[in-house]
């Protein structure tokens, strides 16, 4: 009899990570995301105005291991580094603020990199998992239509962990340890300009009231489009106090806190987009790597069990595929 395969749910950097790893070692898999493509939060969106950055906005790189892969990813042609002319916001001063830090994007936009991983791995996308649960020796998925996948050897939950608790109701303490992370919202929203805004800003770390960021989408490498497009994002206490405020008020206020920031003149977007994660970041970073009931075969990864960061995320992956490697 074939061996049956492994469950991977999400296909974020984390649960890609851990799914490469574990084909890398002959082992069988599918994948599931109730999204229509991958990437969650570090996927871009497609808009009339070409494709925008709107969750993650680039990422660095401690860890060696990361770091060779990142090299490999600029090998495949992927990532490329963005050296944006950075500046920051305090108290409503604007200095510039260049660094020596490295930092990557996926080219030409950010789901390049899970798009790449994924290749031809099998998957299913629009497909929302609702239960996992364990017969006598292997895992049936439901989906939100109640629709069985399986039978499957392994799970790994590969989600933010407000939605892994759910998935995770088979091993009492991994459920309950997701269940303990708090994470944080944001509120994203992308602004065009028809004429180029008069500014040498590329990329702007803010410590105000609205905003916590705000970058210049085409100074990344590989991005193009005919207007000057801008991504902000909310502080995660601005955008958690507007949260169910309706996009059209919630690009009126970012755009408004953004034309005072900056140190030229901000006309009226001819294209705009508001874009609310849920689930934008861990409050805090934790040490777990990854969560595991070896016993059952049920595994859980994601930023949250690190450090709510690309780099997080693609580490806690490797760690869940190695630990089912370990205990096969
Ligand atoms: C606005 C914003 C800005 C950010 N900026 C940066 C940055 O500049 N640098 C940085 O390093 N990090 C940044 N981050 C964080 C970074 O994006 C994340 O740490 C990382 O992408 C998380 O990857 P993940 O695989 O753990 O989770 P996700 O990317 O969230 O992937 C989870 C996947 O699971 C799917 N899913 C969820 N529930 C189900 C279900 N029930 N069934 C099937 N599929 C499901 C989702 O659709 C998603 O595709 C940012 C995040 C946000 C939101
Ligand atoms: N908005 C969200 O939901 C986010 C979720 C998760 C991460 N988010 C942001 O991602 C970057 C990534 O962090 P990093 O990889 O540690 O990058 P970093 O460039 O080293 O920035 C970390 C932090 O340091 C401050 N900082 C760095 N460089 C400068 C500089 N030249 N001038 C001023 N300040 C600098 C700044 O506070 C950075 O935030 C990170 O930005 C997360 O906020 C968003």
């Known amino acids: 009899m074939s061996q049956a395969p492994i469950a991977i749910i999400g ?35 497609r808009s009339d105005v070409g494709s925008l950055d709107l969750g993650a906005q680039y990422f660095t790189t401690r860890d060696r291991r990361f770091s060779e892969t990142v090299r490999q990813w600029q090998a495949e042609g992927w990532v490329d580094q963005w050296s944006p002319t950075l500046f920051q916001s305090r108290g409503g001063q604007l200095k510039s603020s260049a660094d020596e830090q490295l930092r990557w994007v996926g080219q030409p936009t950010m789901s390049a990199i899970t798009r790449g991983l994924l290749g031809e791995l099998p998957v299913t996308f629009s497909c929302r998992i609702t239960e996992v649960f364990r017969g006598e020796h292997q895992w049936t998925l439901v989906d939100a239509t109640g629709t069985s996948h399986g039978p499957f050897s392994h799970v790994i939950v590969a989600v933010p962990a ?56 085409r100074s990344k490498p590989g991005r193009d489009g005919q207007l000057d497009t801008w991504v902000l994002h909310g ?37 705009t987009l508001a874009h609310r994660w849920l689930y934008a970041r861990p409050s805090q970073a934790h040490e ?8 059952l075969g049920l595994y859980a ?28």
């Open 288 to 295: 777990w790597n990854a969560l595991t009931d070896a016993r």
């Open 11 to 45: 296909t974020g950097i984390a649960g890609l990570s851990a799914a490469r790893a574990l084909h890398d070692a002959g082992l069988p898999l599918h994948l599931f995301d109730k999204s229509r493509g991958s990437g969650g939060r570090m996927a871009s969106k």
């Open 162 to 217: 407000p939605q892994a608790a759910a998935l995770l109701s088979s091993a009492p303490k991994l459920a309950s340890a997701a269940a303990s992370v708090a994470m944080e919202p944001t509120w994203s929203v992308a602004l065009g300009f028809a004429m180029p805004l008069s500014t040498t800003l590329e990329g702007c770390f803010v410590q105000d009231d609205a905003l916590d960021w705000v970058a210049r989408n």
């Open 301 to 328: 990864c994601g930023d949250w069990c690190l450090s709510g960061r690309v780099e997080g995320a693609w580490l806690s992956g490797q760690e869940a595929a190695r630990r089912l490697l370990e205990n096969l």
């Open 235 to 271: 502080t995660s206490e601005w955008s958690r106090h507007h949260l169910d405020l309706p996009k059209d008020a919630v690009i009126e206020l970012l755009h408004g806190a953004f034309a005072e920031l900056i140190d030229c003149v901000v006309p009226a977007p001819e294209f």
